[in-house]
């Protein structure tokens, strides 16, 4: 509707340029005729002129009318023959009486009316003799619109019939490259992508069919020191070694060596209807997943058991070099004979008591970083550990364990006499496994955060207790409790079955 009362104005404008085009040009045909300059001459030639006029009206439109007028403004023929003899209204005829020719739209006598003025000029003096008009009264106008609008309302109709079936075909279309989306979940779903890839610690570039990089998120850029206005540029002539990705048979975990950083990369393939469109590579720094790698599977805690035991017995040696310089050979006996004693009881319990080598391995570790430290670790008699059942993985049962007691390490190592006590119960249905120190204990204000990811009271990752009460607890679906009472106590309960857990309640 509005588009077609806007076209009604157009068209209505559009007709009332034509028309007072069109009558200028008349006007000035008649402005140049013998008879119109002698009827402006002699007023008897003028009531002749009106004659003709009124006789020609009778076949005409009644919109239309032609008036002579003198250089006075004073009407010498008119229509309305009692308006003759008077002076021309409206203040549209100034330009005209000195010389211009022109249309206007003006309030005259006979209402709003469309005229045109046109002077006229004596060929032999040169002289103005007075202005011929033509006009269109508004109603002749509008009445001539009108006859058109049937016309007008049958091409809108068409107009907007084809619009609208257009506009439906396109959607579907627009619609169907888009994946079914609509707009607003289009801008949905590039505000969630942004924001997935910007929240990824692994490295993203995606490349199109040309190789050149469409997308790479800020972790990739950082992992490999790149400036930030790489977009469209050619991925493997800027990173050459990417290019060994693209063999199908090493495109998975493949470690490559790329601006001076080593990392793990992966390639994707992206197809379109059997089409290459591009593809996607995934990478992440192999230092970051070895370092994870051994969190998890307490690595590091081998390599801290091993350095401590290396330590004591290098101390141990140089024990033993003394005395034989000082030639007292007894002494080396006696110093012998205790270490052994020592070492032989440690190593017969561990071998009697924990049937987990990778676990009685690391407690020997751990108890050695203990006395290097000047922390004394001990177990409770009756403590033993079967060999696992298929279900439970060693590694995450060492980790928990290790952790632990790294945690205990840390938390005495600067007392004077720092004491741990472990104890290992391993019952029918169930694995218990129970760490206490006789440090200064944790603030209460600290206890709900010792659990969180990344919290730590020492200048370290702060992952150990959240490792341990996630792999006890999500992966194991076991128990963790935490205590204090002139020391700080760590219990964890493993279920032997892990589909029957549920079951499991309390500490017993």
């Known amino acids: 509707m509005i588009s077609g009362l806007a076209f009604y104005q157009i068209l209505s404008e559009s007709i009332k340029a034509t028309m007072g085009e069109n009558a200028l040009e008349i006007t000035q045909f008649l402005s140049k005729l013998p008879v119109v300059r002698e009827s402006l001459k002699d007023p008897e030639d003028s009531i002749a002129l009106q004659n003709v006029y009124e006789e020609y009206l009778k076949d005409t439109d009644e919109g239309i009318f032609l008036v002579l007028v003198n250089q006075n403004g004073i009407r010498q023929t008119h229509p309305n023959p009692s308006l003759i003899g008077h002076r021309v209204t409206g203040n549209d005829i100034d330009r005209a009486l000195s010389g211009e020719a022109y249309y206007s739209n003006a309030n005259g006598i006979s209402g709003p009316t469309l005229r045109t003025w046109v002077p006229i000029t004596d060929p032999d003096t040169n002289e103005q003799l007075g202005i011929i008009a033509i006009g269109y009264s508004r109603d002749n106008i509008s009445s001539f619109a009108e006859r058109n609008v049937d016309s007008l309302i049958f091409w809108l109709m068409v107009a907007f019939s084809i619009g609208i079936t257009a506009a439906t075909i396109f959607a579907k279309q627009i619609k169907r490259i888009l994946y079914n989306h609509e707009p607003g979940e289009i801008a949905k779903l590039f505000i969630e992508r942004e924001a997935m890839l910007e929240s990824l610690s692994e490295g993203i570039i995606a490349v199109d069919q040309n190789n050149k990089i469409t997308l790479i998120n800020n972790a990739a850029k950082s992992i490999l020191n790149l400036p930030y206005n790489i977009d469209s540029k050619n991925i493997y002539t800027l990173l050459e070694d990417f290019s060994l990705l693209k063999s199908p048979l090493n495109n998975k975990n493949l470690e490559l060596f790329v601006n001076d950083t080593a990392i793990l990369a992966n390639y994707y393939p992206i197809f379109q209807q059997e089409k290459l469109w591009g593809h996607i590579i995934t990478f992440r720094d192999i230092s970051e997943v070895r370092k994870l790698a051994e969190d998890l599977t307490g690595v590091n805690q081998y390599v801290d058991g091993l350095r401590a035991k290396t330590h004591e017995f290098a101390n141990k040696l140089q024990t033993l070099s003394g005395l034989i310089e000082l030639k007292q050979y007894d002494e080396v006996k006696e110093y012998i004979s205790i270490t052994n004693l020592q070492q032989q009881k440690l190593l017969d319990f561990l071998t009697r008591n924990i049937k987990e080598p990778k676990i009685s391995g690391l407690l020997l570790g751990k108890i050695q970083q203990g006395l290097e ?20 993985p060693v590694d995450s049962v060492a980790l928990i364990i290790g952790n632990l ?5 840390d938390a005495i190592k600067e007392k004077p006499s720092g004491e741990i006590n472990i104890t290992i119960l391993d019952k029918e249905s169930k694995i218990t496994i129970l760490v206490e120190d006789n440090g200064y204990g944790i603030s209460e204000n600290k206890i709900d955060l010792i659990f969180n990811k990344g919290y730590s009271t020492k200048d370290t990752a702060g992952y150990g207790l959240f490792l341990v009460k996630h792999h006890a607890e999500n992966l194991l679906k076991g128990i963790v409790h935490f205590s204090q009472n002139n020391g700080t106590s760590f219990t964890v309960q493993i279920p032997k079955d892990i589909q029957g857990s549920e079951n499991m309640e309390g500490f017993q």
């Open 373 to 392: 430290l000047n922390v004394n670790i001990t177990f409770t008699p009756g403590s033993r550990l079967k060999k696992l059942p298929p279900n439970i």
């Open 405 to 409: 007691l790294q945690n205990a390490i």
